[in-house]
């Protein structure tokens, strides 16, 4: 008797033995005993939030920041049910993340008890794997098993659910159980065959351009280096997805942006025109490959990815390597430096790329002094913090997009934003993961009007563990994306899309303990600004910017990427009912 | 861009589709059925029958067959979906493999006097149906065979008293000496 621990000590003692250093969640009925046990010891420090999705985007924010999973503790029911949407999101982020959730007493399950859903059920297609555990000798391996589910191959968020008895019966802990699956192993080397003819396609290519995503970020910072290393001997534009940002420095003059339904005219019309595209950790989404018929017409493809569900899911690909893209990198790299490949001569290719630059998609009217462009104000900030790298989150919507256009990164791990899902509200709990994670960085969550009251609770959160985080809100009073489509797609009929009855946030904050400040002209943006980052504490910024401005360049949705929009002169009228299908 | 107004109203379209019987190894652990059946409903795939049966000893690995339909752009997905799985070990298409034997086993009850209960009996015995329960007013045939063979006995059977039947639904093997 004397070894045997409850199944709550089992489970703390576990994660921490783990690696785990900080669980984020939120205490209740069904994880009492599990609260009791965090209260007894001081190895694992737990995050209470003030809400459970909050707990899962903070979890996503730290494992996004550090590279480490990220944990969440929360109660039956309720609690499993607020979670069901960052876990969903870390889903098609690939986000690693293991979820302990509470569960009524194993009697009582199926008995419709107080606060029991069937979280298991709930979860399994919204998670990458999911458990209950019925007995505590279980917990140990499960606990090992799920954080190498969430962490190898592609991550991804685990559940486990732990009924109430399972946490208090006790069991002895076993030896050091293996951290592993006894059947699953994801490939993460490349096949060599493969490889090779990856090269000889690259070095005969004349129009090539890497297309990069959030895989690159997952592999690790050894990734992005290899990357870098890839272009300078290929001598390759490089483009990336929302999820990817940062795996190549923006200072690069190889960096041609981001690509996509808001990417930038230069990559998109290199990805048209490229006669070999080289998809590196990203999978052909929706928002990235337009109407599917007119994408890449020309091109040779080679895909890259460490699931093989990725691979000719949305287009078909010539060559595809189902491996870490890390791993894959290198082998390529090695086989180009053995065959000594001299760099080609893409001037060609470059010229014409350089001429689509000249467009310069990004630029913006601003025909008012006085009134602040969003975009301006991305600018601004970009300019004022680049010196210190900083982590940036985002809600979702316009100012994701102006975020992701106008803010430049140089490093992985610095850009953190709901991708697949389109998660608002992810962005301040977020930030808050980042934060606890790089305790010396400054972390900003750059966020729209609507988005942040999404989770606006979590200001709380930030005061009661002292995080110096900034949320700087680009208040348009509209959601603003929606606005946009109304305006493209419906006339203008702005159906519920006005933020009405906006709180005063620069109250808001000082209500929780935070440092208020309004920007609403030009002239006061950069000393806005600065006071923002002088103030060695949480800041909540409220800029005022121009109110109807729109997100442009624009692929609508269903069309080509040579059909982009780039001014709003583009646009008018109504869009077909088979546009109108589309999201 | 310039504005379309098209005046067709939006249609769903249908893709072509082609049968196939896939089998697929799983780990025998709760909830395996469920996450393999909620996969094709979530992603939109069908499934026309499906099979599952423990394969091994200690009965921790199991069987699943499923036939479903399919183009072959979406049938390459649903393997790699169904492989992504963290339970499933592996996933043959045995339609794609080639040879093999699909067999399902249905039991059929006929009840019935005079002359329907002759010819019941006489047609049985063509099908090679077993009887596994009589009375002297009804039969269980116990019939094994391939889909069609059994749909043909049950449409047979309807003209003579049908009252119920079950079935399996296909198991699968692929032909010749080694495993799919």
């Not at chain 1, 420090?45 to 550090?66: D, P």
């Amino acid at each position: 008797m004397t070894t045997e621990k409850s199944g709550a000590d089992i489970l703390i003692e576990t994660l921490s033995d783990l690696g785990v250093e900080v669980v984020f969640g939120y205490p209740g009925g069904a994880v009492l005993p599990i609260y009791d046990a965090i209260f007894k010891q001081d190895r694992i420090k737990h995050i209470l939030v003030r809400h459970e999705q909050a707990a899962t985007h903070a979890a996503e924010g730290y494992a996004r920041a550090t590279g480490k999973p990220g944990v969440v503790l929360v109660t039956s029911g309720p609690g499993a049910t607020n979670a069901v949407t960052g876990i969903t999101d870390a889903l098609m982020d690939s986000i690693p993340m293991v979820v302990i959730t509470g569960q009524v007493p194993t009697a009582l399950i199926g008995t419709d008890a107080f606060q029991e859903a069937d979280t298991v059920g709930i979860t399994r297609h919204c998670s990458k794997h999911n458990y209950l555990v019925k007995d505590p000798a279980r917990l140990e391996p499960t606990i090992r098993e799920a954080f190498y589910i969430a962490t190898s191959g592609r991550p991804g968020p685990v559940v486990i659910d732990i009924p109430k008895d399972v946490q208090v019966a006790t069991a002895r802990r076993g030896e050091n159980a293996p951290i592993s699956h006894k059947t699953y192993r994801p490939q993460t080397e490349p096949d060599m065959v493969s490889i090779e003819k990856a090269v000889d396609m690259l070095a005969a290519a004349e129009r090539p351009i890497f297309y990069t995503g959030g895989g690159i970020i997952n592999s690790g910072p050894e990734a992005s280096r290899l990357l870098r290393q890839l272009a300078d001997v290929t001598g390759a534009p490089v483009t990336s997805t929302l999820m990817g940002l940062g795996a190549f420095p923006a200072s690069d003059d190889k960096w041609l942006g981001m690509l996509g339904m808001h990417g930038t005219y230069e990559a998109n019309l290199a990805m048209n025109q490229a006669d070999l595209i080289i998809a590196l950790g990203a999978r052909f989404d929706d928002r990235v490959t337009g109407r599917l018929d007119a994408f890449a017409p020309n091109s040779a493809k080679i895909h890259v990815d460490i699931d093989r569900s990725s691979i000719n899911k949305n287009v078909r690909v010539d060559l595809p390597i189902v491996a870490d893209v890390g791993s894959a990198m290198r082998a390529m790299l090695d086989t180009w430096h053995l065959r000594k490949h001299p760099k080609p001569d893409l001037s060609e290719w470059w010229s014409r790329i350089h001429g689509w630059r000249q467009v310069g998609c990004l630029e913006f009217q601003e025909s008012d002094p006085q009134v602040i462009m969003p975009q301006r104000a991305i600018r601004a900030l970009w300019e004022a913090t680049k010196d210190q790298a900083p982590i940036i989150t985002t809600e979702v919507g316009q100012h994701q997009m102006w975020a992701a256009q106008h803010f430049h990164f140089d490093d992985p791990n610095k850009w953190l934003t709901s991708g697949g899902l389109g998660t608002m509200g992810y962005g301040l709990p977020a930030a808050i993961g980042a934060q606890l994670g790089n305790p010396d960085r400054l972390v900003i969550d750059i966020a729209g009007e609507a988005s942040i009251q999404m989770n606006i609770q979590e200001l709380a959160t930030a005061t009661q563990y002292r995080l110096p985080v900034k949320i700087f809100i680009l208040n348009n009073e509209y959601m603003g994306m929606v606005r946009q489509w109304q305006e493209l797609t419906y006339q203008s009929r702005y159906s519920e899309s006005y933020s009405d009855a906006l709180p005063d946030f620069v109250r808001l904050a000082e209500a929780y303990g935070w440092k208020g400040i309004r920007i609403e002209t030009r002239d006061q943006l950069d000393a806005g600004i600065a006071e923002m980052l002088a103030y060695d504490g949480p800041v909540v910024v409220d800029c005022r910017v121009a109110k109807l401005a729109n997100c442009f360049p624009m692929i609508p949705s269903g069309a080509a990427h040579t059909e982009m929009l780039l001014q709003s002169a583009e646009v008018s009228g109504e869009m077909d009912d088979e546009a109108k299908a589309l999201v | 861009m310039k504005p379309r107004h098209w005046s067709e109203p939006m249609h769903i379209k249908e893709e072509a589709v082609e049968r196939h019987t896939l089998a697929v190894i799983v780990d025998n652990e709760p909830g395996i059925l469920a996450r393999i059946a909620g996969l094709f409903t979530a992603r939109g795939y069908n499934i026309s029958s499906l099979t599952v049966s423990e394969i091994t000893d200690d009965d921790l690995i199991s069987r699943i067959t499923i036939v479903t339909h399919a183009s072959a752009p979406v049938m390459e997905q649903i393997i790699a979906q169904l492989e992504r799985l963290v339970p499933v070990h592996k996933v043959t298409d045995l339609t794609a493999f080639g040879q093999h034997v699909e067999r399902e086993l249905a039991l059929v009850k006929v009840a019935g006097t005079g002359e329907h209960r002759i010819e019941a009996l006489r047609l049985a015995e063509v099908y090679r149906a077993r009887v596994v329960d009589a009375t002297t007013s009804s039969f269980v045939f116990e019939v094994t065979g391939g889909t069609e063979k059994i749909d043909k006995f049950v449409e047979l059977m309807r003209d003579l008293g049908l009252v119920e039947i079950a079935r399996t639904g296909i198991v699968a093997i692929a032909r010749g000496a080694e495993a799919a």
